[in-house]
């Protein structure tokens, strides 16, 4: 095999199909996601240490920054959720060659609900 | 007919350059030398009107370096022996058109990935047909030739399933396009997983449980992402992915049943 790096492969392989996409998509949410859990339990656990040591971390949860990032995890969430019916329909279901629409109801759904979030956080 | 116009009502008719309407007279081809550690030669070759890949990979065989390796056929995209990676892409050579794939009148051609490099454009297929051995992709018969012949209809759903997989003619460029096969070496891959879903729907074929277990283990139909790179590139037009999605769904019956 002709030896080549990650992004040497990457670039010289081509355009990518939807479904590529959509597994790229679904493999770093995830990722993300199983990042982020630990510190969810973390934050949750304040509440063991008293009433004030829990209103104190969600008062700084207020913060914009925090906003923007609970935004990306809202995204994040719906990414990985419509990118997984995706698989299962396409796993499950019979095969009727709309795997391509599949991933794009996946990113449509997952945009949707980016979009609604943003505007009902504010 | 003059080339250069389409027919009317035929899809397949595509447009093609006449001679003098080339944008180019020769077209600059770095060809893969020499073993994984080998360079790339560039050649310059001239160019002609319905010119294929593997007419230019030819030319540089018989006019430039008669020891330049590479493998072919039919011509006719029958065999599948003549797939190599031009520009980046896994292809069959002999139906691939230069004016379809040269950017910029150049071309690159490396021999397919995924496999071990024999020379040049040759690869090593062994790898390749041992995981259709792997995933059982030998009809397993239930009948001898003194039975009567088998009745299939051609409508049934068993069938249309095994139709819909059983044009493969084994050129690798699915394998060669799969990320999950350069991910880990051992996957099976899209075309032996293909060939194992055709005689899943075989009705004539009495292997199906030894079959089912050998394309469940951890190298096999599961490991596929549904990327889908195998049936974008497969020059037969087959979807691959539809091929593992189904045996995914036989292995998940299987299991419930008892079976595995």
């Known amino acids: 095999m002709i030896r080549q790096g990650p992004l040497q492969r990457f670039r010289s392989h081509g355009d990518r199909p939807a479904g590529w996409w959509a597994f790229i998509v679904h493999r770093i949410s995830g990722v993300a996601l199983a990042l982020f859990l630990p510190v969810h339990f973390w934050a949750l656990g304040r509440a063991l240490e008293g009433e004030a040591a829990l209103e104190g971390f969600l008062r700084w949860t207020g913060n914009p920054a925090v906003k923007v990032a609970e935004w990306g995890l809202v995204v994040l969430l719906a990414a990985h959720l419509t990118g997984g019916l995706r698989v299962l329909a396409l796993e499950f279901l019979p095969w009727r060659n709309w795997q391509k629409s599949l991933a794009a109801v996946a990113a449509g759904v997952s945009l949707l609900v980016a979009v609604f979030f943003l505007l009902a956080v504010r | ?260």
Request: charged share 25%; hydrophobic share 40%.
């Open chain 2, 1 to 260: 007919m003059t080339a250069g116009t389409a027919q009317a009502g035929d899809p397949h008719r595509e447009r093609r350059p006449e001679t003098a309407q080339l944008a180019s007279s020769s077209i600059d081809v770095d060809v893969w030398r020499g073993v994984a550690d080998g360079r790339f030669v560039r050649y310059r070759v001239p160019r002609e009107a319905s010119q294929t890949v593997l007419d230019v990979v030819t030319w540089i065989q018989r006019n430039l370096d008669p020891t330049l390796a590479y493998r072919y056929a039919c011509r006719v995209g029958m065999c599948g022996s003549c797939a190599m990676t031009v520009n980046g892409v896994a292809r069959w050579t002999c139906r691939t058109h230069v004016d379809r794939v040269a950017a910029g009148a150049r071309l690159e051609l490396r021999p397919l990935s995924n496999l071990p490099v024999i020379r040049d454009l040759v690869c090593d297929m062994r790898g390749f047909f041992d995981k259709w051995a792997a995933a059982r992709g030998r009809l397993v018969p239930t009948a001898t030739r003194n039975d009567p012949m088998a009745r299939v209809l051609p409508a049934s759903r068993e069938r249309r399933a095994a139709d819909a997989a059983i044009e493969c003619i084994g050129c690798g460029v699915c394998h060669a396009s799969c990320d999950i096969v350069a991910w880990r070496p051992d996957y099976l891959g899209p075309a032996a997983l293909n060939r194992a879903w055709t005689l899943v729907n075989d009705v004539r074929d009495g292997g199906n449980r030894a079959r089912l277990a050998a394309v469940a283990g951890d190298a096999g139909c599961h490991a596929c992402h549904s990327q889908a790179s195998c049936t974008e590139r497969c020059p037969k037009h087959l979807a691959p992915t539809a091929s593992i999605a189904g045996l995914k769904r036989a292995v998940s019956r299987a299991l419930l049943k008892g079976e595995l």
